[in-house]
């Protein structure tokens, strides 16, 4: 239910947006250049994102909701399917999608299987959704030309954008898009606020893409993150952090000889945190080991992950 507030004028918009695609894609660079703040984790290795990340720009004529997912693929366990799960409830939930994906290489003429499937879905819900073409500065003008008439040809998109996250360029077209197709309402949240999602999960998911960043192949996929406490003193905020592991060998990795790694992913994770919250922050992290946690549906719902 949206707060009670004042309306700032009658023809207001608000409203939820899901941004859906591929792995790797960039929707959650685009999340934090939309709303100017870095709030989602990025890195250069698929399915990143995993927890419920959502952010909310607000301007004089719009407030949008903007929902982060780890995009859609087939599970592999009990996690992947209840992320899966969320992508797909939160597409039903929205009032607008932007399908994010990349240019169409030269003389490979069809549409991924991965993005193929997100279709799929998405025609099934029938909700209003811009095809929003990324890492435009990657590629030649032709490949996207082509890909603009292609993906048109698949699916009945309401607009076409070329953008680039990383670089901004066509990020504001975007914008316009919220007043366009948002229905009329009031604002949800405070005009101010960015995001919904608690600090403290926040602060989970940057030290997790350190370790998603830091370390090798199928290690950073079995982590899951747990704050144990968030104390706020006068001068500084001390976080104290449980890192969760599937194996007592991927434990000793994330550790590293003589704790080389665990230090590196918590300098670099305080960076981020300190800038976040814009406060000193003294970082504790501490290893342990959950077998096989990715199936135990107990310690899922622990660690937030819930149905
Ligand atoms: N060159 C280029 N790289 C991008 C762009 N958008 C995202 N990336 C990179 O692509 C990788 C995946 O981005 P991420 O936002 O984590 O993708 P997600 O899995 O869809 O959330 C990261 O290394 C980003 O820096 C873009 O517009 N141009
Ligand atoms: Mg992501």
């Not at 007043?179 to 009329?184: E, G, I, M, Q, S």
């Not at 592991?245 to 704790?259: D, L, T, Y």
């Not at 970082?283 to 819930?306: C, I, M, Q």
Request: hydrophobic residues 40%; charged residues 25%; contains cysteine.
């Amino acid at each position: 239910m949206p707060v009670d507030q004042t309306m700032p004028s009658p023809d207001f918009k608000s409203g939820f947006v899901t941004l859906l695609g591929k792995p790797n894609v960039g929707k959650s660079t685009l999340l934090n250049r939309l709303i100017g703040q870095y709030i989602s984790i990025t890195a250069d290795k698929p399915q990143t994102t995993r927890n419920r990340i959502r952010g909310i720009i607000s301007d004089e004529l719009y407030q949008a909701v903007i929902l982060d997912t780890p995009g859609i693929h087939p599970p592999r366990n009990e996690l992947h399917r209840r992320i899966v799960s969320y992508a797909v409830q939160s597409v039903r939930d929205s009032d607008l999608v932007f399908f994010l994906t990349e240019p169409i290489r030269k003389g490979q003429q069809v549409i991924s299987r991965d993005d193929l499937l997100v279709l799929e879905h998405l025609a099934a819900s029938s909700v209003k959704t811009i095809l929003v073409i990324n890492k435009i500065d990657l590629s030649r003008k032709e490949e996207i030309l082509e890909s603009i008439v292609l993906l048109n040809e698949a699916y009945p998109f309401a607009e076409t954008v070329p953008v680039s996250a990383l670089k901004g360029t066509g990020v504001e077209i975007l914008k316009g898009f919220f007043t366009k197709y948002l229905p009329v309402g009031v604002p949800y949240f405070p005009m101010d606020q960015m995001t919904d999602t608690p600090e403290r999960e926040i602060v989970g998911e940057l030290v997790r893409e350190q370790i998603m960043r830091l370390c090798f192949q199928e290690i950073p996929y079995g982590v899951a993150v747990h704050i144990e406490a968030f104390k706020e003193e006068e001068k500084l905020i001390r976080i104290f952090a449980t890192i969760h592991v599937e194996k007592a060998s991927h434990k000793k990795i994330i550790i590293g000889e003589k704790a080389t790694m665990l230090k590196k992913v918590g300098q670099n994770a305080r960076i981020k945190i300190e800038r976040l919250l814009g406060a000193k922050v003294f970082l504790s992290l501490h290893v342990k080991t959950a077998k096989n946690w990715v199936n135990n549906p107990r310690r899922l719902s622990e660690f937030g992950y819930d149905e």
